[in-house]
């Protein structure tokens, strides 16, 4: 029997406050953390995640005193990320109530971290953020027709200000080497749109490696996450707006999906 597939809320927070924009630039409020928190949790979401998006670009540490407020008001596993670059600073996160860590940029600039995370917290604790976006080989030079086959996928850092050197998919596979026990894969081009997850390199990744995925950018309909589940192998789909802004409640998703014959999660006081 396959896994039930999950459903994660991202808390992408901004100076304590939960924020959501287009292709990861124009940032608007979306509410206060823990109070989204305790409200997806109510809503038999799967698991949560709780990004400081700016910690890597201000070059401070995460919000671990929110972490403990919204940690404290949780039933369902928890995933923090941003500004995690040693193990000791990952310790004291899990130790405020958080059940596993996501590293991104530092991952990138020291891959031994990963190694170290694993080691010291278990494989089951460290989950590698991939932002990724599509860049033209030759942007001058490609004709339109040809342009499919002439794109390669690239890693990006610090909230997605800087492209480095990194193809996704090899990346990923040497965060599985490295100790991951689960890839978060952010697509850039398809952040905020709610025009659909990136397919393809999801369903690429999800046959390549041997830890689950989480699928991020694009979710905007019902039909978006029962697309991702049934043409790609992603364990989850990760999504901010539509259930910030209340276009797509948890619940409804979920009824959805299982309507549509997806093995999920459905706690019994929410029914079908």
Not at 46 to 63: G, H, N, Q, S, W
Not at 117 to 128: F, H, K
Not at 203 to 225: C, E, Q, V, W, Y
Not at 248 to 264: C, S, Y
Request: glycine share 8%; net charge negative.
């Amino acid at each position: 029997m396959s896994l039930k597939k999950r459903i994660i809320p991202c808390l992408d927070i901004k100076d304590g406050r939960t924020v959501k924009g287009i292709n990861f630039v124009g940032l608007r409020d979306a509410g206060d953390p823990v109070q989204l928190a305790q409200q997806y949790a109510d809503q038999g979401a799967d698991e949560l995640c709780f990004l400081d998006i700016t910690a890597t670009v201000e070059k401070r540490e995460t919000l671990v005193p929110l972490v403990r407020e919204i940690a404290a008001v949780l039933n369902i596993p928890f995933t923090v990320g941003g500004g995690i670059n040693d193990v000791k600073l990952a310790k004291e996160i899990i130790k405020a109530g958080a059940d596993k860590i996501a590293v991104n940029s530092a991952a990138v600039h020291r891959p031994e971290l990963i190694n170290e995370l694993a080691a010291e917290l278990g494989n089951q604790c460290v989950v590698v953020a991939v932002d990724t976006k599509r860049i033209s080989l030759n942007d001058q030079q490609i004709p339109d027709q040809a342009r499919d086959d002439k794109f390669i996928n690239k890693v990006f850092v610090s909230g997605g200000r800087t492209e480095t050197d990194k193809e996704t998919i090899a990346w990923c596979i040497e965060c599985e080497q490295r100790g991951a026990g689960e890839i978060l894969l952010t697509s850039m081009d398809h952040d905020g749109t709610k025009n659909g997850f990136a397919l393809e390199i999801t369903d690429t990744l999800s046959r390549k490696l041997n830890i689950p995925i989480i699928a991020s950018g694009g979710g905007g309909t019902a039909a978006h996450f029962e697309e991702l589940f049934k043409d790609t192998h992603a364990s989850a789909g990760l999504a901010a707006s539509i259930f910030h802004f209340g276009e797509l409640p948890v619940p409804e998703l979920k009824k959805q999906l299982a309507e549509a014959g997806i093995a999920i999660r459905i706690p019994a006081k929410i029914g079908v």
